[in-house]
């Protein structure tokens, strides 16, 4: 008769063991590679400091990432892209509302998220200059948005889908201009309320459904 508290074979925990340790390793390189990218910017940072960082070699590094732009792409699909896409799914609840004060509510809440994570924008837009295989990641990024938006884009006409889409994406482009220069560059001084009733002037008519 086969014991139910039986323990697994040594071959198997050890197999565990050596995944869970993969796991953290990766997990710490991530985590060092953002707080490095936060502190001294994209370009500053080499691939021996993440692994000095963490006290492992830099051959470990490239077990788990192809270089810096895959380490920046791993912090940005673990935090910032998840994120960005349940706020635009928010929007997406909040154009069907058709109210006009949930969407200036909805631009207060974004500039609140351009705060939340702007210590690691920089990095961002300096790996968005200086790396083509990031340029596609934050490409992709921005195109995905309008695709999370279902119920707008079904509001559209089939052969305006494009226009829909590329408001969404142009409205993407504008925040993160304008909170590049408000909170990071500073050339913009403006209350953080008086830019959310502006920025909802502007996009609130622009957003609405073409009548059919």
């Not at 060092?32 to 910017?41: C, D, E, P, R």
């Not at 829909?164 to 560059?185: G, H, S």
Request: charged share 25%; aromatic share 10%.
């Amino acid at each position: 008769m086969t014991r139910t508290d039986e323990q697994p074979p040594d071959s198997t925990r050890r197999t565990s063991l050596r995944d869970e340790q993969k796991r953290l390793t990766r997990s710490r390189l991530i985590e060092a590679s953002k707080q490095l990218f936060i502190t001294q910017g994209y370009a500053q940072v080499r691939v021996d400091d993440i692994a000095a960082a963490v006290g492992c070699s830099r051959a470990t590094f490239y077990l788990h990432f192809t270089g810096k732009p895959d380490v920046l792409r791993a912090i940005a699909e673990q935090g910032t892209l998840p994120s960005v896409q349940h706020f635009y799914e928010d929007l997406d609840h909040v154009l069907d509302s058709g109210s006009r004060a949930e969407f200036a509510a909805w631009m207060r809440r974004a500039i609140e998220w351009f705060q939340e994570y702007k210590d690691l924008l920089p990095a961002w837009d300096e790996a968005t200059a200086l790396e083509p295989e990031f340029r596609e990641v934050a490409r992709e990024g921005i195109l995905a948005l309008p695709n999370v938006m279902t119920s707008y884009l079904s509001r559209w006409p089939a052969d305006h889908q494009d226009e829909a889409k590329l408001r969404i994406e142009l409205l993407v482009a504008q925040l993160e201009r304008f909170f590049t220069r408000w909170a990071m560059q500073g050339t913009i001084d403006v209350s953080a309320e008086q830019a959310a009733a502006v920025l909802t002037d502007i996009w609130f008519p622009a957003l609405q459904t073409p009548e059919a």
